[in-house]
């Protein structure tokens, strides 16, 4: 029963999306594409953070790297202060960017990644929020290359396409491979050494689990998957700037994770939902001009409100009404 209860959700869910473009607004259909591609950086970080217990604060890092390599390789005129020969390469295929911004970020992940794990307690999540800080002056420092505080934009006619509607399709279509994929893993074997290693260490080790290795294969996986997110965006929006860097993106992600509910897949989801709606479609129209907050305090008091008062998140409400 639980099972058929589940698959009905999933498949409402995908008729909705499916059709969403047959009675939607243009400019609230871009809107419907960029969630589905914030939900993959907050399934990303759950992997490291949920599956691994592992507290990373810059998983925008690996976002803005998928996301420049994206937008460079698609306007390699940009290096031509860096290099003629970078500058004289073609544009490559757009879906070859995608990937190729996911395989970047991963050699970043990795390479932090073994460095970083080693460390216990709050010593890599300290580590890891200066990674942002020292990320994002490299685009004001090559601002040539990088484009500086506006960024760059890469054109139309080098997006994923110049219909909205299509866009709007490969994102979904993007979304729900990550999403497959990420569930395969966390449904593994390697999900459950992950998890051995998020709820007791020395038990692990104890097993013959290689603490370490795991610890920096999910920092691998997951910054892939951010990557990818991050190089969708960019040929999603046809911008690519700072802001996929930057903090206020990085407490999205966290926010929307811990109000759904971490370590369990489906909650990073109802809470990415939630957060991105009532940021980009909710708040600003509720919070009238001159109030004396705005979208981001609100967010972040729930936040707050959320780690004192229902630290399991919303999934662990929702499953148990399921079963019963």
């Not at 996301?67 to 390699?76: D, G, K, R």
């Not at 960017?97 to 990644?113: D, E, R, T």
């Not at 909650?267 to 919070?287: A, D, R």
């Amino acid at each position: 029963m639980r099972g058929l209860k589940n698959y009905l959700i999933g498949l409402i869910g995908l008729i909705v999306a499916l059709t969403l473009p047959f009675y939607t607004p243009e400019g609230y259909l871009f809107l419907f594409g960029m969630l589905f591609l914030f939900l993959i950086l907050v399934l990303s970080w759950d992997i490291i953070v949920g599956y691994t217990g592992q507290v990373n604060l810059g998983h925008t890092v690996f976002v803005g790297l998928g996301a420049y390599t994206a937008a460079l390789l698609q306007v390699p005129s940009r290096f031509e202060s860096f290099s003629s020969a970078l500058a004289s390469m073609p544009p490559q295929n757009q879906f070859l960017s995608i990937l190729i911004g996911g395989i970047v970020a991963a050699l970043f992940g990795a390479a932090i990644g073994f460095v970083t794990l080693r460390l216990k307690g709050y010593y890599f999540a300290l580590v890891t929020a200066i990674l942002p800080l020292v990320f994002i002056q490299t685009v004001y420092v090559f601002s040539d290359v990088f484009g500086g505080e506006e960024g760059f934009s890469i054109g139309l006619e080098r997006a994923l396409s110049q219909s909205p509607v299509v866009r709007y399709y490969v994102a979904f279509a993007v979304f729900l491979l990550c999403f497959l994929a990420m569930r395969y893993i966390v449904k593994s074997d390697l999900g459950y050494r992950f998890m051995a290693v998020r709820d007791d260490e020395e038990l692990a080790e104890a097993l013959g689990i290689d603490v370490v290795k795991y610890k920096v294969l999910a920092f691998t996986i997951s910054s892939f998957f951010a990557g990818v997110a991050g190089a969708t965006i960019v040929l999603y929006r046809i911008t690519v700037g700072p802001d996929l860097y930057d903090i206020p993106l990085m407490l999205m992600i966290i926010l929307s994770a811990v109000l759904g509910g971490l370590g369990t897949l489906y909650g990073p989801l109802i809470g990415g939902i939630i957060v991105y709606l009532l940021k980009n479609l909710f708040l600003k129209t509720m919070i009238p001009q001159g109030a004396f907050v705005n979208d981001e305090i609100v967010l972040y008091a729930i936040l707050i409100a959320v780690a004192l008062l229902s630290p399991e998140g919303l999934w662990h409400k929702i499953r148990s009404s399921l079963r019963s």
